[in-house]
C-alpha cells in the first residue's frame, strides 16, 4: 500500500510541474520525468513500462558553460509521445523526441530520434523494424492454441499449462 502512496505522489508531483498525461494511460511504474516534466506530453492510451526516463536537456553543456562565450547555451527538448503507445521496460527518450501515434517502443531502446506513426522501434539507438500492422500479423501467427475462458479466468494456471516448468 505504501508503495501504492508513494507512486501517487511522485506522479501528481510530476503533474503540478507541468507534465501533461491523458487520464487513461498505464504507468507499470512511475517513471523518471527528470528535471522539467513541463517539457513532456503523453497522449491518450498510452502504456508506460518500468525504469523508463524522459531526459529533457543536456546536461553536458556543464563542462563549458563556464567559458564566457558559451555561458547562454542551453540544450531542452520537449519529448511528446502521442496516442495509443506502448513504451517497453527501460527506455530512454531524449531531448526532442516525439514518437508517432499507433508505435511501440522496444524494450531497453534508446530513442534519440522521433519514432514514425504505425512504427515499431527498437535497439541503441532506436530504428523503426517494422509496422505496427506487420508486428500485430506476427504476433497473430505466433500465438499458441490455448482455452482464452481459462485464461481469463485463471491466467497463470493456464499460462503454466502453455509452458510448462522444465523440471
Known amino acids: 500500500m505504501f508503495d ?36 513532456i506530453s503523453i497522449g491518450k492510451h498510452v502504456t508506460v513500462s518500468g525504469n523508463v526516463t524522459f531526459i529533457n536537456h543536456d546536461g553536458g553543456t556543464w563542462v563549458f558553460r563556464h567559458k564566457p562565450e558559451y555561458q547562454k547555451v ?61 508486428y500485430a500479423e506476427k504476433s497473430l501467427a505466433s500465438t499458441p492454441e490455448y482455452d482464452r475462458a481459462h485464461y481469463k479466468s485463471n491466467k497463470i494456471e493456464e499460462l503454466l499449462r502453455l509452458y510448462p516448468r522444465p523440471w
Open 74 to 134: 542551453i540544450k531542452f527538448g520537449r519529448i511528446t509521445i502521442h496516442d495509443n503507445c506502448f513504451i517497453g521496460y527501460g527506455v530512454t527518450i531524449m531531448p526532442g523526441v516525439s514518437i508517432g501515434p499507433n508505435s511501440v517502443v522496444g524494450t531497453g531502446a534508446l530513442v534519440t530520434k522521433d519514432v514514425p506513426p504505425n512504427t515499431v522501434a527498437v535497439g541503441v539507438p532506436a530504428k523503426p523494424i517494422m509496422t505496427i500492422e506487420e
Open 4 to 39: 501504492s502512496i508513494w507512486r501517487k505522489v511522485r506522479l501528481n508531483r510530476a503533474i503540478s510541474k507541468g507534465l501533461q498525461i491523458a487520464d487513461d494511460c498505464r504507468l507499470m511504474d512511475i517513471p523518471n520525468f527528470g528535471s522539467e516534466p513541463f517539457l
